[in-house]
C-alpha cells in the first residue's frame, strides 16, 4: 500500500493558469454550482448525520433512443454530469421505447440550445429528446474534500490536506478544526479507499524518537502498517517510530546521489528511508537510530527488502555512533586508501531540531592519528565524506540562518567544501527545513575545538539552563 500526501482542496493549490485550461477544456467544478452542493443545512454540522445530505434536485437530461446511444454520447460527453456514485448514462424505456437518460451539468446546460443542436439533429436528436428530471442527491454523492467543505466555517482555512500511511490517514488539525475532528474522521474513514484508521496528530513532536503523539479519531487502533517509498517496502509501528511521507522526495534525493559501492552513514536512520534504498543499490551502510522500536524496524527493513548483507545497525547515540563506528570505519578506508578509489562517502544526519548539535563530533576525530601518523593526511586523494545535515530555521534569511547553524557548531566556516544549501520543505508557516552538503575536511577532523575556561564555564551555564527549560517545557519540533 502506498504512502501518499493528498491536497484535497487540489483546486486551492492549481496555479490561475491551470484553472485558465481546465475552464477552456469544459469541465466544471460541481462545488461552484450551488445546486450540485450540499444541502446548506449541513454547514456547521459536529455530529456527522449522513442523512441530511439527503436532496432533491432538477438536472437537464436527453433521452434517446437504445440504437441512437452510441454516436450520441460522444456528442455530449464533455456535458455530462459526474458526481461520485452517479451513473450519468442509464438505460431507460420512455412510452414502451428502450432508450438511455443522458444526465447533463446544469451550469453548462441551461436549455436545449445550450446544446450542439446540430450534431444532435443529424442522430434524429431534438428538442422532445430534451427535459429537466428529479434526481436524488445523498452523501455517497460527494467526495470527502465536497463534504467537508460544505460542512466546515468558510471564513476559516478548511482541512486543506492528510497524509497516507498505509491504512492510516493521519491528520494534523489546527485548534478551529478540534471540535469537527470527529466528524473529519468519519467523513475520511467513509471515503478515501482502504482507510481503516483515522488519527490526529495530538501535539508538537517533544519526545526523544520523535514519534507523533496519536489521537485515534475513528477506525481501528491498529498501527502497524505497510507503505512503499521510492520502489521500497516499510513495515513499522506508527505510532513508536518516525515516519514522515513529506520527505519523500528529500530521501529519493538523497538515494539518487549514491551509486553502487559508495558508503553511507546514516546518524539517525529512523526505520531505513535513507538506508534502506541505499543497502538496495548495493551501497556499503552503517545505520543508527537511538529508539530501540525504531532499530528493531530497521532490521526488519532490511531483511524485508533482501539488503540486509549491505548494511550494519546500531542503536545507540547519534554522538557515539560518530565518535566510535563512523570514525573506525573511515580509519580503516583512510588507512586502506588507494589511488583509483572512485567510491563516495555520504553522511545522512536528519534529526533537524538538533542535528546540528552533533556535528562537533567530528571536530579533532582523528587527532590523535594526525599526530602519531597512522593516517596520512597529507595524502591529496584521502576520501572525505559529504555530510548531509538538516535543520529548521524560522523568520527570514532562513538560508543564511542555516548556514550559521552549522558553522556555529562546526565552530568553523565552510568554505571551499560547501557543497550546498538545499530548500527541503515548509514546516510551518515561518518555519523552514533545509538541507546543509558539505565535506569534512583535514581541519575539521584533525584540529579539536578549543573551548576557553570562560567560555567552557559559560557554555555550561547555559547547557544546564537549556536542560532545565527544556525538561519544564518538553516542547521541540520534528
Ligand atoms: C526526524 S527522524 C528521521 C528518521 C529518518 N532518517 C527519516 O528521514 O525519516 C530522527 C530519528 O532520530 C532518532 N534519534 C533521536 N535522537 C537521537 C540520538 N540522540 N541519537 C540517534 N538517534 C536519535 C529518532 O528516534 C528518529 O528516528
Redesign the pocket.
Known amino acids: 500500500m502506498n504512502k501518499i500526501i493528498i491536497n484535497i482542496f487540489s483546486a486551492a493549490n492549481t496555479s490561475i493558469r491551470n484553472i485558465q485550461i481546465i475552464r477552456q477544456r469544459h469541465f466544471w467544478k460541481n462545488m461552484d454550482c450551488e445546486l450540485l452542493q450540499p444541502p446548506c443545512e449541513v454547514q456547521g454540522m459536529v455530529e456527522l448525520k449522513r442523512e441530511k445530505f439527503a436532496k432533491a434536485i432538477q438536472i437537464p437530461r436527453l433521452w434517446v433512443r437504445e440504437e441512437k446511444a452510441q454516436k450520441v454520447l460522444p456528442v455530449v460527453k464533455k456535458l455530462l454530469l459526474k458526481m461520485e456514485k452517479l451513473k450519468p448514462v442509464k438505460p431507460c424505456t420512455l412510452n414502451e421505447v428502450d432508450g438511455r437518460e443522458i444526465l447533463l451539468h446544469p451550469t453548462p446546460v441551461k436549455q436545449w440550445e445550450d446544446l450542439p443542436c446540430n450534431e444532435l439533429e443529424q442522430h434524429e436528436v431534438n428538442k422532445e429528446n430534451f427535459a429537466f428530471t428529479q434526481i436524488q442527491l445523498t452523501y455517497d454523492n460527494w467526495r470527502a474534500d465536497e463534504i467537508l467543505k460544505a460542512v466546515l466555517p468558510k471564513d476559516e482555512e478548511g482541512l486543506t490536506s492528510y497524509s497516507r500511511i498505509g491504512h492510516i490517514v493521519h491528520l494534523n488539525l489546527r485548534d478551529h478544526l478540534l471540535p469537527y475532528k470527529n466528524l473529519i474522521g468519519l467523513v475520511l474513514l467513509d471515503k478515501v479507499a482502504n482507510c481503516k484508521t483515522v488519527v490526529n496528530k495530538a501535539s508538537t513532536i517533544d519526545n526523544?524518537?520523535?514519534n507523533f503523539q496519536l489521537e485515534l479519531l475513528c477506525g481501528e487502533p491498529i498501527y502497524q502498517v505497510e507503505t512503499k517509498e521510492n520502489g521500497v517496502f516499510f513495515e513499522f509501528d506508527f505510532s513508536k517510530?518516525?515516519?514522515?511521507p513529506r520527505?519523500s522526495t528529500e530521501?529519493e534525493r538523497i538515494v539518487q546521489m549514491l551509486k553502487p559501492g559508495d558508503v553511507l552513514y546514516?546518524?539517525?536512520?529512523?526505520v531505513g528511508?535513507?538506508s534502506v534504498p541505499a543497502a538496495k543499490k548495493k551501497c556499503t551502510v552503517l545505520a543508527?537510530?537511538?529508539?530501540p522500536e525504531?532499530f528493531r524496524w530497521l532490521q526488519h527493513n532490511l531483511k524485508r527488502n533482501k539488503c540486509q548483507q549491505m548494511a550494519q545497525s546500531f542503536n545507540k547515540?547519534?554522538r557515539d555512533?560518530i565518535l566510535q563506528d563512523i570514525k573506525q570505519d573511515l580509519a580503516k578506508r583512510w588507512q586502506q586508501s588507494k589511488e583509483d578509489e572512485n567510491y563516495k562517502i555520504h553522511i545522512?544526519m536528519?534529526?533537524?531540531a538538533m542535528s546540528v548539535e552533533f556535528l562537533s563530533a567530528f571536530r579533532g576525530l582523528f587527532e590523535r592519528e594526525c599526530h602519531e601518523k597512522t593516517i596520512n593526511f597529507e595524502q591529496d586523494n584521502l576520501n572525505y565524506p559529504l555530510v548531509h545535515v538538516y535543520s529548521f530555521a524560522k523568520g527570514t534569511n532562513t538560508k543564511e540562518l542555516v548556514l550559521q547553524l552549522v558553522e556555529d557548531n562546526l565552530k568553523m566556516p565552510l568554505k571551499d567544501n560547501l557543497e550546498g544549501i538545499y530548500f527541503v520543505r515548509n514546516v510551518a508557516p515561518n518555519k523552514d527545513m533545509y538541507r546543509v552538503s558539505f565535506h569534512l575536511n583535514k581541519e575539521i577532523v584533525t584540529q579539536p575545538i578549543v573551548v576557553q575556561p570562560e567560555e567552557e564555564f559559560e557554555n555550561h551555564l547555559k547547557r544546564k539552563t537549556e536542560g532545565e527549560q527544556e525538561d519544564m517545557t518538553n516542547v521541540s519540533q520534528?
Open positions: 526523544t524518537y520523535r517510530v518516525y515516519w514522515n520527505l530521501h546514516d546518524v539517525f536512520a529512523g528511508p535513507f543508527n537510530d537511538l529508539n525504531s547515540d547519534g555512533f545522512t536528519n534529526l533537524p520534528i
